[in-house]
């Protein structure tokens, strides 16, 4: 197989696995392509290669470095844009986790907070509290997973998943 072939391919996969971490199929297209990449690529150059319209790609770029998993790269003399996806895919990871805790976990957490404390008198209403507070416990406890997760360094990640897979 060629290069260009395994790069087509892992940028295809990297894009259909992405729609299931709830992004969409170009911006992890263009993730994938900044991540194999060795130089920092320009708008154009993301254009051309993945085919796709300029604006598909600012957008997606500035989602992308919102998220903190792609970053400009200024080079001299150059008017241009440049962009690099962070390299290491630990570091990687654990932003995404970050984000996603951020945008997701967080404002559930909260909803389910407030239902909790809602004072609900109809029929109905201890059940609907219960079921809310069974969720709302699983979702800190979550929280609290993910919140040490974060703080961890990667070899006790490494470390703790290894021992996990060895005992399985």
């Known amino acids: ?14 894009g259909a696995i992405g729609t299931h971490w709830g992004i969409n199929r170009t911006m992890a297209q263009i993730h994938a392509l900044l991540l194999i990449s060795n130089n920092a690529l320009s708008t154009e150059d993301i254009m ?4 796709i319209s300029r604006g598909n790609v600012n957008m ?3 989602e992308l470095m919102s998220w ?9 003399g150059e008017r241009k844009e440049f962009f690099t996806a962070e390299k290491d895919i630990y570091k990687t ?3 995404i986790l970050k984000e996603r805790r951020k945008r997701e976990l967080i404002p559930i957490l909260n909803l389910l907070g407030e239902l909790q404390s809602e004072n609900i008198q109809e029929s109905g209403g201890e059940h609907f509290k ?3 507070g069974d969720i709302h416990q699983f979702g800190e406890s979550t929280n609290k997973m993910l919140e040490k997760m974060v703080k961890a360094d990667e070899h006790w990640f490494t470390g703790s998943l290894m021992k996990f897979l060895v005992k399985k």
Not at 48 to 51: D, E, F, I, P, R
Request: hydrophobic share 50%.
């Open 1 to 14: 197989m060629e290069l260009k072939e395994a790069q087509e391919k892992f940028i295809s996969a990297w």
């Open 130 to 132: 219960k079921v809310v």
């Open 68 to 76: 903190g998993i792609v970053h400009k790269v200024l080079k001299f």
């Open 48 to 51: 051309s290669q993945l085919n």
């Open 93 to 95: 990871a654990i932003q």
């Open 60 to 62: 997606n770029v500035r």
